[in-house]
């Protein structure tokens, strides 16, 4: 099972994906039975939400270090036997905008957006597109970062003080509990 | 090159080891003016060149100099097995590099090598420079984006963070060091353009 977290999706925690990754949304999606009632609330505090998030973080660290070693060798292995793709221009490039498309749906599934905006450009350097199509999408692409950089930048931020409201669902599961 | 993350106010050394990174970083090629498409041999001597070649190692030396005299990374500390540990580090990169960048202009037709301007004027061949970074001749003469270039800065710099403390093995460093290095091949490529006329002028000789 631990094996086909690591391949399939690194997912430690199939509640946490199934309720959308938000610990309030976890929490109270588990104070509802199927029918929509209220059933014994699971006793989740925000110690055990921050356990599963850093054992995730820590799993795909761990997947993307294995994935780094074995690419060194491969794109070592590889790059000597590149004259003989020198006929197939077009199909390198497909397929390696192709590759680059399926892992930026798997970086935006893993909330990795650094890397997704970097699959992106390798989708569009490596597309089959005429130059001046090409250097266009890349300026938007750029310009698009950007934005979105500085809108993250300038965003407001909830003060430490409102952030402490999440998670710990003792008050909220008293209060169902005797109701 | 990578990884200038913060630079501290430099000692005399630094300064000059600094300069001869830069010395080291114009691409000697870059001399050569008529377009004779290279074969895949050739492709292999000038990728090798430029990571064995005397003058890649002078820059190695260099920048790991720099990377010592900044202790970055403060994990690796200092000394001579740390400066042994950069220097390693450096080839391992300059070799990932090169396999990269040779890898990609032989299979996609790229000509690795800068051709310097035919017009005259700082800007325009500052231009030229710039447009010789992105953009890249094909084989057949044409001109192209230079993936070659793109895919191996920044493939190299990603795949390089490996074994540096996980504090700096992210996606969003790699991104930067990527975009230093092409920021360093521009200068490079500047070097190349002007490099023969400062000697002209300087030296007084062609």
């Given at each position: 099972m631990y094996v086909q977290n690591l391949l399939f999706g690194m997912h430690i925690s199939l509640r946490h994906e199934a309720h959308g990754g938000s610990p309030a949304t976890w929490s109270n999606a588990s104070l509802l039975n199927a029918?929509?009632?209220?059933?014994?609330?699971?006793?989740?505090?925000?110690?055990?939400?921050?356990?599963?998030?850093?054992?995730?973080?820590?799993?795909?660290?761990?997947?993307?270090?294995?994935?780094?070693?074995?690419?060194?060798p491969v794109l070592l292995i590889a790059?000597?036997?590149?004259?003989?793709?020198?006929?197939?221009?077009?199909?390198?490039?497909?397929?390696?905008?192709?590759?680059?498309?399926?892992?930026?749906?798997?970086?935006?599934?893993?909330?990795?957006y650094y890397w997704a905006a970097g699959f992106v450009l390798v989708a569009a350097v490596f597309s089959p597109l005429s130059l001046v199509v090409k250097i266009f999408l890349l300026m938007g692409l750029t310009c698009t970062a950007t934005f979105v950089t500085l809108f993250a930048a300038f965003r407001t931020h909830p003060s430490p003080a409102d952030q402490n409201n999440w998670g710990d669902s003792n008050e909220e599961t008293a209060n169902l509990t005797s109701a | 090159m990578k990884k200038p993350l913060t630079l501290p106010r430099h000692s005399r050394p630094a300064k000059a080891t600094l300069i001869l990174a830069c010395l080291a970083a114009?691409?000697?090629?870059?001399?050569?003016?008529?377009?004779?498409?290279?074969?895949?041999?050739?492709?292999?001597?000038?990728?090798?060149?430029?990571?064995?070649?005397p003058t890649a190692i002078l820059g190695v030396a260099a920048y790991a100099a720099i990377l010592q005299e900044a202790d970055a990374p403060q994990e690796w500390k200092q000394g001579g097995a740390a400066y042994g540990r950069r220097v390693g580090s450096m080839v391992a990169w300059a070799g990932i590099h090169s396999a990269l960048a040779f890898g990609l202009d032989s299979a996609l037709h790229q000509d690795p090598r800068y051709f310097r301007?035919?017009?005259?004027?700082?800007?325009?061949r500052s231009v030229h420079a710039l447009r010789g970074t992105i953009l890249t001749r094909t084989d057949s003469g044409g001109e192209t984006l230079s993936t070659w270039r793109l895919g191996s800065d920044y493939g190299s710099a990603v795949l390089s963070n490996l074994w540096y403390p996980s504090r700096l093995n992210t996606a969003r460093l790699g991104f930067i060091q990527g975009s230093v290095t092409v920021g360093l091949d521009l200068m490079?490529?500047?070097?190349?353009?002007?490099?023969?006329?400062?000697?002209?002028?300087?030296?007084?000789r062609k």
């Open positions: 029918n929509g009632g209220k059933r014994a609330p699971a006793k989740l505090s925000r110690k055990v939400y921050e356990a599963a998030v850093s054992e995730r973080e820590t799993m795909i660290q761990m997947v993307t270090r294995i994935i780094k070693l074995v690419s060194i790059s000597i036997f590149a004259r003989y793709a020198a006929g197939y221009e077009f199909l390198v490039n497909l397929a390696i905008c192709l590759g680059a498309v399926v892992l930026v749906q798997r970086a935006v599934q893993l909330k990795r | 114009i691409p000697v090629a870059g001399v050569a003016q008529t377009f004779v498409p290279l074969n895949v041999t050739d492709k292999f001597y000038y990728h090798a060149k430029r990571t064995v070649g301007s035919s017009d005259t004027g700082f800007w325009r490079g490529n500047l070097g190349a353009e002007f490099w023969p006329d400062i000697k002209a002028k300087v030296f007084r």
